[in-house]
C-alpha cells in the first residue's frame, strides 16, 4: 500500500474556481495488479480546458464528477510495474489526474526520452500542447507558405508553438500577448510583429501589420480579439476554433463574434478542432516538433511552478491572470 | 433614341427602405453601337442582398452609387442587334438593372431556353437563386447522402431549391419558415418535416426532428435561427453561411452567433461563400437543376409581382416581411 495526496473537485464553480472549488485528500493506492504499474508523479499540467471540465455540462469530454479526482496530465516515473511496455525507471506522461502517485494499466500512457527534452517539455511543446499547435495549423489551418498567419494567446503554450512553426513553415505571424514582455519574447523566438492587447487596439494594429489581411487567425482567446481578426480577414481566410480562454470564467452568456458575416464575404471559414482528433499523425507530429526543437527552430519554454498538489488550485488561476509564459506546468518532485 | 424607366438609388436608407429610398426617372438610350444590343426587360429579380448594396459598406460588390441605377438581374428579349451572339428575338438573362430597356455589350449576359422553363424561372431555380443553393450545398456543405439537413428561410427562393437538391441527394432535410401555409408546402415538395419559426420553439423542435444532430446547416437568416442550429450541430457538421437576412436592416450592430463554440465542441466548419465563386461550374450545375425540373424532382416557385419598375421599391420590402413563397419576381412586361 502506498498513499498519495490528490486533489478533488469539492464544488463545481461559479466564474473564476476558488478554495470552495477544491478538497485535497490522501488516499491509499491499491498494489498495481497483473497489467498494472505505479507512477510517481513529477509534473503536472495545467490547461485552461480544465476550467470546461468542472461545469456539469456535455463537452467533448464528460465533466469530472463531484468528488473525483481532477483530471490533469502529468508526468512521471515508474516505480513498481507489473506491465511489460512500462517498466520501473521508465519516464512516462499520460492522464494521471492532479495526485502524486497513480496506478495505471497504460491506457493513454506512453514513455517519454528524457534525453531529447525534460518532463515538463513533454507536456509543452512536446506534448498535447504542441500537438494542438501542429495539427491546428496543419490539420484546420492548411498552413502554407507565404500566409499571414495571427495567433492570440500568442505567448502562452499552444501559441508559442504555433507561431514557430508558422514562422519556420514560411508565413508571416503575428503574435497578439498581453503585455511588453512577452510581446518582446514574441519577437525574439521568430514572430514578425506582436500587438499587445492590454494597451494596443487590435483592430487597428492588425490593419497596420497585416494590410493585406490575415489567412490564418489562429484562435485560443475569442471575445473582442477574436471580432478584431475577423474584421481583417483575406479571402479564403481559416479561422482555427482552439479555444476561447476570454469567456471560460463567465458567469453569464458571452456575446458572439459580431463580425461573423466577414466569413461570408471574405468566402473563408471558422473550424473547430480537438488535439485528440488526429492520433494517427500524432508520432510524425512530435518527431516534427523534436526535430525543430533539436535544429533550434523551436524555443520551448515552459513556466515551471514548485509546489504541492496542494497548490493546484492556485496555480491554475494564474493561466487566467497571464501569469505564465510558454506552457504552464506544476512540478511537485521536490514536495513528497 | 429609346426611352426607359428607371429606378436610381436617391438616399441611403438606414433600416429599411422607403420611398426617399428611391428615385424613379425616365431617360433616353443610345443606340446600340457595334457589339451591342438592346433589350426589353420582362422580368426582374428581388434579392435579399440587394439591401447590402444600398450602404456604402465595402463589400463583395461595390455599393450602388448614389443616382445610379439600382443593380438587379433580369431577364428580357433582344429588340435591336450590332451583336452575333444576341440576335433579335433571343431571351436573354444578365444584370440590367431595375429598368425597362437596357444596352448591353453582353458582359455577363446568356441566352436562356424559355421552351425549358419560363423567364421567371431563369432568375429562380435555373438562376442565380439555384445556382446559390446547388453550389452552396455542394462545394461548401459536402452534401452526401444520410445527411441530416437544416435550411432556414427554407420556403423562400435560395431555401426552397437547396431542400429539394438534398433531398433528391438522399438527404434528410429539415426546413424552417414563417407560417402554417410556407410550412405545409414543404412537405409538399419533399422537406422530411418543417419548423415554423414564427409560433414554434426552434432550438427544441430541431432536438425533436434531428436527434442526432445536424450534418448541414444551410443559413439564410442568421440571428437565433443560426444559434439554435448552432445548438445541435453533430460532429463534423458544415454551417453554410448564405445570408444572414434577419439582420439586413438592422440598424444597431446585430449579435454575433453566442454559440459558435459549438463548432469547437462538434469539430464542425462555418464558412461563407458567393453565388459567383464557381463559374466553371455552372453549367453543370444549371443542367442538373434543368434534369431535376424536367423529371420532377425540383418543383420551381416563383412569387411573380405585376407591376412597372416604379413598383420595384415596395415589392423590395416583400421579402423582409415574408410574402413570397419560393423566388420573388416582378413582372413588367404587361405594363410598357
Ligand atoms: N482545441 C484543443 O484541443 C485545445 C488543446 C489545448 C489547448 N486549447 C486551448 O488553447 C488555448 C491556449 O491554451 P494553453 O494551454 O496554451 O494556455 P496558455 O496560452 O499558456 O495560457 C493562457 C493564456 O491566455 C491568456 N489569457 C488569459 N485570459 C485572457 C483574456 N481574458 N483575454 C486574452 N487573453 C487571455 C494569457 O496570456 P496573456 O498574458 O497574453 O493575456 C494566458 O497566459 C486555450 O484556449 C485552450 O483552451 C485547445
Ligand atoms: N451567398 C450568396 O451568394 C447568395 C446568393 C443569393 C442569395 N443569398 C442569400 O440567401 C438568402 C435567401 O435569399 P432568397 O433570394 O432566396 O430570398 P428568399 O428566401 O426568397 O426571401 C427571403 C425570405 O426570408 C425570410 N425572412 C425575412 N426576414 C426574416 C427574419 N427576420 N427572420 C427569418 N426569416 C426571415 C422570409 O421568409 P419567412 O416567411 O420564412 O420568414 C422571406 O420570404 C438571403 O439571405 C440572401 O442574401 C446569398
Known amino acids: 500500500m502506498v498513499t498519495t495526496r490528490q486533489v478533488r473537485l469539492a464544488q463545481r464553480p461559479t466564474g473564476l474556481p476558488d478554495d470552495d472549488t477544491w478538497e485535497v485528500t490522501t488516499d491509499e493506492l491499491p498494489a498495481p495488479g497483473e497489467g498494472e504499474f505505479l507512477v510517481e508523479i513529477d509534473h503536472i499540467s495545467l490547461d485552461p480546458a480544465m476550467r470546461g471540465w468542472l461545469d456539469d455540462v456535455p463537452s467533448y469530454l464528460p465533466p469530472v464528477r463531484l468528488g473525483a479526482v481532477m483530471r490533469a496530465q502529468g508526468t512521471g516515473t515508474v516505480s513498481q510495474s507489473r506491465h511489460p511496455d512500462f517498466p520501473v525507471g521508465a519516464a512516462v506522461t499520460g492522464t494521471f489526474g492532479v495526485t502524486e502517485r497513480a496506478v495505471s494499466d497504460g491506457t493513454g500512457v506512453r514513455v517519454i526520452d528524457t534525453s531529447i527534452a525534460g518532463p515538463a517539455t513533454w507536456l509543452g511543446a512536446l506534448g498535447m500542447t504542441g500537438l494542438t ?3 491546428g495549423l496543419h490539420e484546420v489551418g492548411e498552413l502554407a507558405a507565404g500566409d499571414t498567419v495571427v495567433i492570440s494567446a500568442a505567448a502562452g503554450g499552444v501559441g ?10 514560411g508565413a508571416t505571424v503575428i503574435g497578439i500577448a498581453g503585455g511588453p514582455e512577452k510581446c518582446a519574447w514574441l519577437r525574439e523566438i521568430g514572430f514578425d510583429a506582436a500587438i499587445d492587447y492590454k494597451s494596443e487596439n487590435v483592430l487597428r494594429r492588425l490593419r497596420e501589420v497585416a494590410p493585406d489581411g490575415i489567412d ?8 473582442e480579439i477574436l471580432d478584431a481578426a475577423l474584421a481583417n480577414l483575406r479571402r479564403g481566410a481559416r479561422v482555427i476554433l482552439c479555444g476561447a480562454i476570454a469567456s471560460y470564467n463567465a458567469t453569464t452568456p458571452p456575446p458572439g463574434p459580431r463580425r461573423y458575416m466577414s466569413l461570408l464575404v471574405n468566402r473563408a471559414r471558422m473550424q473547430g478542432f480537438l488535439v485528440f482528433d488526429y492520433p494517427e499523425k500524432d508520432a510524425a507530429a512530435i518527431a516534427s516538433l523534436a526535430a525543430m526543437a533539436a535544429e533550434g527552430s523551436l524555443v520551448s519554454r515552459e513556466t515551471v511552478v514548485d509546489g504541492s498538489v496542494a497548490d493546484f488550485g492556485a496555480t491554475f488561476l494564474r493561466l487566467f491572470r497571464g501569469e505564465n509564459t510558454g506552457k504552464l506546468v506544476m512540478c511537485i518532485a521536490e514536495i513528497y
Not at 490564418?216 to 471575445?223: A, L, P, Q, S, T
Open 133 to 135: 499547435a501542429f495539427h
Open 216 to 223: 490564418i487567425y489562429f484562435d485560443n482567446v475569442g471575445g
Open 160 to 169: 508559442s508553438v504555433a507561431g514557430q512553426i508558422a514562422h519556420a513553415a
